[in-house]
């Protein structure tokens, strides 16, 4: 099995490691998916008082805590996620979002969280 090696994330740059993947990763695909629950009237999650804002917290905290743990270690299972330059000690802020927006499959993946959430929008605002 072929491994990643993953640089040691200290301090700052585990801090910026973990901003990104809750921002530029887990709130849009679990925005997407606390949508489709309150869509599917699922109340266990979004029918309570900030449920859904607690789910998306909660789930792209999870999301932002595993994914460089286990990215590196796991390729096959964290490839669609797993971002190594989020990691890089070498790059600044400015610099990890402007080389992940400069990915050629990062525009495609936008436009389709953006084409999806608002398809959800729309369904989720037609019910009520």
Not at 55 to 61: K, P
Not at 75 to 84: D, R, T, V
Not at 101 to 124: C, D, E, F, R, Y
Request: proline residues 7%; contains cysteine; positive net charge.
């Amino acid at each position: 099995m072929t491994t990643l090696t993953a640089p040691k994330l200290t301090g700052r740059n585990r801090r910026e490691c973990f901003v990104l993947y809750v921002l530029l990763q887990g709130v849009p695909f679990f925005s997407g998916v606390a949508l489709t629950m309150k869509l599917i009237d699922a109340a266990e999650f979004v029918g309570e008082p900030f449920g859904a804002a607690i789910f998306v917290a909660m789930a792209s905290t999870l999301h932002a805590l595993v994914t460089p743990w286990l990215g590196p270690k796991f390729p096959h299972f964290f490839g669609q996620s797993f971002e190594q330059l989020f990691a890089d000690p070498a790059l600044s802020f400015s610099e990890k979002v402007s080389r992940w927006l400069a990915q050629p499959n990062t525009p495609l993946k936008l436009l389709s969280n953006l084409l999806l959430l608002s398809a959800l929008a729309v369904g989720v605002a037609g019910l009520q």
